[in-house]
């Protein structure tokens, strides 16, 4: 199976900041990676699918790229609405399988 | 307005097991996969399977074969997720979730769960 890493796995910064997290996968995915946002108590949120295309209203400032085994996401001005865990999940297709990363959460200095 | 809408919290004893219910509405219930997606406390998100409410065909992640099984009924637009032999670290939030679609002007491609329940708590306690 196909094992997913993130890193940060935590981090800290102001409003206003560049923030960037990393995700790699164990082995080629090529472009099937997707990225969602879960605030505490409350389900996961689509932002980013395909490794870099922006979901229908979510904000400009999240971006993402990268394929084969790494990727980025970018959040890049920080806003206070933007504290959440963030998870990368690449898919497989033949079999299908789903697997998220383990999360990184974004907190505000 | 598209939403789904899970059953409601469950209690069960260590051996038993779950139906957790994912009710449809604002779309073609039966036009988009939807997936499971549970989450223990404290933890990151993990996928249980999928089931395609238009054939009904199912796949499962390979940790809960032969002990969770996804139906649907089309009639009223609900997915459900049945969960069997019940153990401690089975207590999680549960979500259903669709994998949206996009299309470019010839085709259509899945992309990401677009659409989530508002998740249902099982605790499994004795």
């Known amino acids: 199976d196909i094992q997913m890493t993130q890193s940060p796995s935590s981090l800290s910064a102001s409003v206003g900041d560049r923030v960037t997290i990393t995700c790699q996968a164990s082995?080629?995915?090529?472009?099937?990676l997707n990225w969602y946002q879960q605030k505490p108590g409350k389900a996961p949120k689509l932002l980013i699918y395909d490794a870099s295309n922006l979901e229908t209203g979510v904000p400009s400032r999240f971006s993402g790229s990268g394929s084969g085994t790494d990727f980025t996401f970018t959040i890049s001005s920080l806003q206070p609405e933007d504290i959440a865990t963030y998870y990368c999940?690449?898919?497989?297709?033949?079999?299908?399988?789903?697997?998220f990363g383990p999360g990184t959460k974004v907190d505000i200095k | 307005q598209v939403q789904l809408v899970q059953s409601g919290a469950e209690v069960k004893k260590p051996g038993a097991s779950v139906k957790v219910s994912c009710k449809a509405s604002?779309?073609?219930?039966?036009?988009?996969?939807m997936h499971w997606v549970r989450q223990a406390p404290g933890q990151g998100l993990e996928w249980m399977g999928r089931i395609n409410p238009n054939s009904g065909g199912t796949n499962y992640a390979q940790k809960f074969q032969g002990r969770v099984t996804m139906t649907r009924d089309t009639s009223i637009s609900t997915a459900y997720m049945e969960l069997s032999r019940l153990r401690s670290d089975d207590t999680a939030v549960y979500y259903c979730?669709?994998?949206?679609?996009?299309?470019?002007?010839?085709?259509?491609?899945?992309?990401?769960?677009?659409?989530w329940g508002q998740g249902t708590t099982v605790t499994v306690s004795s």
């Open positions: 082995q080629d995915i090529s472009n099937y």
């Open positions: 999940q690449q898919y497989d297709n033949l079999p299908p399988l789903f697997t």
């Open positions: 979730a669709r994998r949206g679609l996009y299309c470019s002007s010839t085709s259509c491609y899945a992309k990401g769960m677009d659409v």
């Open positions: 604002g779309y073609t219930f039966t036009g988009y996969y």
